[in-house]
Nanobody, 114 residues
């Protein structure tokens, strides 16, 4: 099972990014998928999740700016981030649970300049 995140970069505050996560080795459509992030010097934190049926959940503080979605045909997970803020600077990870174990992608760096 592999998860490969991409789409990060350096953006100005107020801009937008769409992060992507490509899944392989699993029957993607069956799995709940999550996004986490790890700001510099801080612990990894949960950001958003989407179930196999497409139900979404978000950290309350990020609702309205973050949108998680999935394309089961392409085995892709997405995170749209709008109105980016400097405090969104972090490494963003996609993850799922497979056979009782957490599987993590390698992360993609998002840096927001003020």
């Amino acid at each position: 099972v592999q998860l490969q995140a991409s789409g990060g970069g350096l953006v100005q505050a107020g801009g937008s990014l769409r992060l992507s996560c490509k899944a392989s080795g699993i029957n993607f459509k069956l799995y709940t998928m999550d996004w986490y992030r790890q700001p510099p010097g801080n612990q990894r934190e949960w950001v958003a999740g989407i179930t196999s049926s497409g139900s979404t959940n978000y950290v309350d503080a990020l609702k309205g700016r973050f949108t998680v979605s999935r394309d089961n045909v392409r085995r892709m997970l997405y995170l749209q981030i709008d109105r980016l803020k400097p405090e969104d600077t972090a490494v963003y990870y996609c993850t799922t649970q497979y056979s009782g174990a957490d599987v993590w992608g390698q992360g993609t760096q998002v840096t927001v300049s003020s």
